[in-house]
């Protein structure tokens, strides 16, 4: 059973098709990279998986449960509804932390919300938000940021700000975490740093896309490599093959560049 299965998914803006029908799968424990020029639509695919984006054709599932139609768009149960909230979370290639909060407090504000839809909510406060803030401070002990728990934003290098990003998109305990090129905004000092965490997270088995311009990274990392040509799956399968043997002259005009 695949966690994830995208099928014909299709995003248009004015006149311009950006994704033009987009099917693949993914098994739990799988990383799958996503490369390919700007504008190849991979940020439109993964902000689409996301639902930051509403695609105008397909479906989206998970665990075989359909939790996107876009032809069907209000007829979701309160259940897939839900397990669209909690299914992926996501790492920006800016961060997005809320300079207002503390690292704490930026990795349990959704938990912290979330929590209170739960029926016994305010019987168990104290309960709940001591196990909100446990997870969370081993989370971000995980990262490596335990003598950072209480700094704000702006006391943080772009490299321990993107690591709060990942401690926060993992405290919901996603299913699938995504990755829009989230070491795009960081100097090439600060890169290492968070794709070790994203290599540990790999080792772990957690599901995860990446979307990403770091092609040695992807080769060494990946389960599965998707190569996107001008909002197509233009060439897909294991790193090995697709980086030392590509098939299309196109993938290899990209990889060279690289080289």
């Known amino acids: 059973m695949s966690v994830l299965k995208v099928e014909n998914i299709k995003k248009r803006y004015g006149k311009t098709d950006v994704l033009k029908g987009i099917s693949f799968s993914i098994e739990r424990g799988d990383v799958i990279s996503i490369i390919g020029s700007s504008g190849s639509g991979k940020t439109t695919l993964l902000r689409c998986i996301n639902f930051l984006e509403t695609a105008e054709s397909g479906k989206i599932y998970v665990n075989d ?14 259940a897939q509804k839900r ?3 909690l299914s992926f979370g996501l790492v920006f290639q800016s961060f997005n932390l809320f300079p207002q909060y503390n690292v704490l407090e930026n990795v349990t504000l959704a938990q912290r919300i979330m929590a209170k839809s739960l029926p016994d909510y305010s019987l168990h406060k104290k309960d709940i938000l001591a196990d909100i ?4 401070v ?4 995980r990262v490596g940021l335990s ?7 702006w006391q943080l290098s ?3 700000q993107q690591r709060v990003a990942i401690a926060r998109a993992l405290a919901l305990n996603p299913q699938i975490l995504c990755f829009d090129e989230p070491t795009s905004a ?12 994203i290599r540990d997270l790999a080792a772990e088995n957690i599901t995860m896309i990446i979307v990403t311009h770091e092609m040695k990274f992807a080769e060494d990392v990946s389960s599965r490599v998707i190569f996107m040509d001008e909002g197509v799956i233009a060439e897909e399968g294991p790193p090995g093959l697709v980086f030392s043997n590509p098939s299309t002259e196109r993938l290899r005009a990209f990889l060279n560049v690289f080289d």
């Open 133 to 136: 803030n446990e997870r969370a």
């Open 186 to 197: 960081l100097d090439p000092e600060l890169t290492g740093e968070v794709l070790r965490v």
């Open 83 to 85: 397990m669209r909230q």
């Open 65 to 78: 449960d359909l939790i996107f139609d876009a032809e069907n768009p209000c007829k979701l149960t309160p």
């Open 147 to 153: 003598d950072k728990i209480v700094s704000y934003p």
């Open 138 to 141: 081993a989370l971000i002990s």
């Open 158 to 160: 772009g490299g321990q």
